[in-house]
């Protein structure tokens, strides 16, 4: 099932590293999206640290929309409420001072890993 739920979002991922210069504020926005959605799956497959990565990155982005960051907001709290303090402590520091573009790769290998 974490396979389906992965490949299904593959398609957006590859075609964002795809885009040639910086993206737009609409593009991250709805990158920003898709991320959420793939966190929110992965937390209900049990995919505890993938789940909290994307989060952790997802909070640092000032373009999310407020909407979309409450709801990363609440995720990640309710993951912190749950897993092993060092899975969260892991993921601010993977997602401090990590680019779009990083995290984007980072997230196709995931997909990537789950298909083979």
Same mark, same amino acid.
């Given at each position: 099932?974490? $396979?389906? %739920? /992965?490949?299904? +979002? #593959?398609? /957006? =991922? *590859?075609?964002?590293?795809? =885009?040639?210069g910086a993206p737009t504020a609409a593009q991250k926005r709805t990158l920003y999206s898709g991320m959420l959605s793939l966190a929110e799956d992965c937390a209900a !497959?049990?995919?505890? $640290?993938? @789940? @909290?990565?994307?989060? @952790?990155?997802?909070?640092? $982005?000032? *373009?999310?929309? @407020?909407d979309d960051m409450e709801t990363a907001r609440e995720l990640f709290a309710e993951l912190e409420s749950r897993v092993c303090p060092r899975v969260i402590l892991d993921a601010r520091e993977f997602a401090f001072g990590m680019d779009l573009r990083?995290? !984007?790769?980072? !997230? !196709?290998? /995931? %997909? $990537? +890993? *789950? +298909? #083979?």
């Open positions: 099932m974490a $396979q389906i %739920v /992965l490949s299904g +979002r #593959s398609q /957006l =991922i *590859e075609s964002s590293l795809g =885009i040639t !497959l049990g995919q505890s $640290q993938t @789940a @909290a990565d994307i989060l @952790a990155f997802l909070l640092l $982005q000032p *373009e999310m929309s @407020a990083t995290m !984007l790769e980072y !997230l !196709l290998d /995931l %997909v $990537q +890993r *789950e +298909r #083979s």
